[in-house]
């Protein structure tokens, strides 16, 4: 219920009664799911409101709820956003469980942030997973991380394997990295 009325003020512009609301719930000693930090999370990367985040995350820890990927990848799209590269690697490792969606937002997150090799390498790590298989998605950011870095070759080699060995047929997204890299 408290998740659906904070939902509800995110959504109508409210996002300070959302907070209120939260911390009443903490207070009385409700426990927010997992799906509401979700949705304050999300809020937070809208809206710049990093600090919020940072303190949705401190809320988390200290209830000991599960890093799942959900609240995971929003923690770890967060932190990138806002540069904090750090915070978003140790995040990372603590995930039981990592999907392609979470590999996507960590690579990008490495490339955006001036970290384009790093994140290259971890392209690289996550293709050694046997659950996860990269995507359209992940060929857009480590293609946009090889630009960024200026790892020409690479990308080429990226964007062959991208449709020789995993069958993925390029968007314009995918071309426009091609471009850039050769830029």
């Known amino acids: 219920m408290g998740g659906a009325m904070i939902n509800a003020f995110l959504t109508h512009g409210k996002p300070f009664d959302g907070w209120r609301l939260l911390s ?6 409700i ?16 809206m710049g409101k990093f600090e919020i985040g940072r303190a949705i995350h401190g809320h988390a820890a200290m209830m000991d709820l599960e890093l799942n990927v959900k609240l995971g990848t ?19 490792a603590e995930m039981p469980v990592k999907n392609v969606v979470a590999w996507n ?3 990008r ?7 384009g090799a790093d994140a290259v390498k971890l392209f690289e790590e996550m293709k050694q997973q046997l659950d996860v298989k990269p995507n ?18 690479k990308g080429v080699k990226y964007f062959l ?7 993925i047929a390029p968007s314009l997204k995918h071309y426009g990295c091609l471009v850039d890299l050769y830029g």
């Open 105 to 107: 937002c960590l690579i």
């Open 74 to 92: 929003s923690l770890i799209d967060l932190y990138c956003n806002f540069g904090e590269i750090g915070i978003d690697m140790n995040l990372f």
């Open 24 to 29: 009443f719930m903490r207070r009385s000693g």
């Open 31 to 46: 426990a927010p799911s997992n799906a509401t930090l979700l949705s304050i999370l999300s809020f937070c990367k809208a």
């Open 109 to 115: 997150g490495m490339a955006i942030n001036g970290h």
């Open 161 to 167: 394997q991208m449709t020789r060995d995993y069958k």
């Open 136 to 153: 359209g998605v992940t060929f857009f950011v480590v293609l946009q991380a090889c630009s960024l870095a200026g790892l020409v070759e």
